[in-house]
């Protein structure tokens, strides 16, 4: 059986009905400056916008975007090592997750997750009508992880279309070496995908090497430029997969979900690795740094391979009233929602999280264990 959804196996294309200025121009090898076919709002003066954000904003705010993202793809593939078909870029992880759903299951097919792990997968998997199956993590000293052999037990059983794995995982910060990662692909029934949500890839040590970004048949990769590229309001995200698989999320995807200006500022950190490079470093020395100072007052802090520390309480209740005293005095930390881990208290690793006094109640309450 194939491992995509029933309908796209007979549907012509992918197609895009509007391929833009950019792609058409590419096709036919020269410029189109009369650019008097797309009903955009190109005579719009933009005074308010300019006189806010400048001419650059203004300009990019009136045409779409390129549908194929071309130059993003081309500085990804030369960064990564990948073709350009391999890649495929989307508004953000998240809708690159709901895309993976549109292409890849029918309503009331089963998809296996963990019990606890990122909520918007769940969110879409029900918006998408299909049922949801969860197992739980793996909760040891020093470890709370996704359990990959029980995730692929549930997924033989259920006959599921989808596994979805978080790695490094979200809320609490492991992150399964890529073997133990292949393993359970290789263990999952022959139509079912791995949907890898790799959202915080850039914070491994090994982000940057050739084999950390291989195509992987039957994984469905996804990255993000939210977090280690600090873009999380233009929303701007790939996926790295085969060619098939891409063709198939084509059928389906949103051809101008990505705006002009998220590509534009996407190609320009990509032109600029050092400062990601930078901006990683200075992340995990502050991960670092608050771990070890939770330690000392006596917090079980999970391992990380995130850009935020995971804290584990005796109970859901104790983590609620921390979370709860640290809103009333204006601090946002977060709490998952999910019954299975409302114990874990998760702190992004920011300048602001190792103020003095800044966590000071969550630090009173881990001295005294109240």
Request: with cysteine.
């Amino acid at each position: 059986m194939s491992r995509f959804a029933r309908h796209l196996g007979n549907q012509d294309g992918p197609h895009n009905p509007f391929p833009g200025l950019q792609a058409l121009e590419r096709r036919l090898g020269h410029a189109l400056p009369h650019r008097i076919g797309s009903n955009e709002g190109l005579d719009m003066p933009h005074r308010a916008l300019t006189a806010r954000f400048g001419k650059d904003v203004a300009d990019l705010a009136r045409t779409y975007g390129d549908a194929e993202a071309w130059q993003v793809r081309r500085r990804l593939a030369e960064t990564l090592g990948l073709p350009m078909e391999a890649l495929l870029v989307d508004a953000g992880a998240d809708s690159l997750m709901a895309l993976a759903l549109r292409a890849l299951c029918e309503p009331g097919d089963a998809v296996v997750t963990s019990a606890g792990t990122y909520p918007t997968w769940s969110y879409f998997v029900q918006g998408h009508g299909c049922r949801q199956r969860e197992v739980a993590y793996v909760s040891r000293a020093d470890l709370l992880a996704p359990d990959l052999a029980a995730l692929a037990a549930e997924a033989n059983r259920e006959r599921a279309r989808v596994v979805y794995l978080a790695n490094p995982d979200n809320p609490s910060g492991h992150l399964h070496d890529d073997a133990d990662v292949l393993a359970l692909r290789d263990a999952l029934p022959d139509d079912c995908t791995l949907v890898l949500d790799e959202a915080y890839h850039d914070f491994r040590d090994d982000a940057w090497a050739p084999a950390a970004s291989a195509v992987w048949p039957g994984v469905i990769r996804l990255r993000t430029f939210s977090k280690a590229h600090g873009l999380a309001g233009l929303r701007v995200g790939y996926a790295i997969a085969t060619s098939e698989t891409h063709a198939m999320l084509l059928k389906v995807r949103i051809h101008y979900a990505v705006s002009s200006l998220a590509l534009a500022a996407a190609e320009t950190v990509l032109a600029h690795p050092d400062e990601t490079r930078e901006h990683v470093t200075a992340v995990v020395s502050r991960r670092e740094a608050l771990s070890a100072w939770l330690r000392e007052c006596g917090g079980d802090v999970l391992p990380s391979t995130t850009n935020f520390v995971a804290l584990r309480l005796n109970d859901a209740e104790h983590a609620s009233a921390i979370h709860r005293q640290l809103l009333g005095e204006g601090t946002v930390i977060h709490r998952p929602a999910h019954p299975a881990l409302g114990h874990l208290l998760r702190i992004s690793a920011l300048d602001d999280a190792l103020a003095p006094g800044r966590l000071e109640t969550l630090a009173s309450a881990l001295r005294h264990g109240t």
